[in-house]
Nanobody, 123 residues
Framework: QVQLVESGGGLVQAGGSLRLSCAASGGTFSNYVMGWFRQAPGKEREFVAAVKWSGTYTYYSDSVKGRFTISRDNAKNTVYLQMNSLKREDTAVYSC????????????????WGQGTQVTVSS
């Protein structure tokens, strides 16, 4: 199992940007599909984005398409989530996850999870 550690969360004003990072260790990073999920208080975990092994193919939820960009650097064992034009409704704990299958959009598709990083968007 790969271990995942997120960073980069924080407080940002609406319309601003943040970049989240997720560093992986303990496995062959390029063998994993990487994804980002988020969970707001009182809501279910929501798929945000996923990137295939090589980074060529990506997939986004409709709620973030056009604003967020997922990317990966296999040489650094890291996946990123660039978040632009942030909205208050983007406030959540963001977690990265690793999967062995593609496409992967359900929590059950992912076998390894990070602890999450808080993103708070203020008006």
């Amino acid at each position: 199992q790969v271990q995942l550690v997120e960073s980069g969360g924080g407080l940002v004003q609406a319309g601003g940007s943040l970049r989240l990072s997720c560093a992986a260790s303990g496995g062959t990073f390029s063998n994993y599909v990487m994804g980002w999920f988020r969970q707001a208080p009182g809501k279910e975990r929501e798929f945000v984005a996923a990137v295939k092994w090589s980074g060529t193919y990506t997939y986004y939820s409709d709620s973030v398409k056009g604003r967020f960009t997922i990317s990966r650097d296999n040489a650094k064992n890291t996946v990123y989530l660039q978040m632009n034009s942030l909205k208050r409704e983007d406030t959540a704990v963001y977690s990265c996850a690793a999967a062995r299958v593609w496409p992967a959009t359900l929590p059950a598709d992912f076998g390894s999870w990070g602890q999450g990083t808080q993103v708070t968007v203020s008006s």
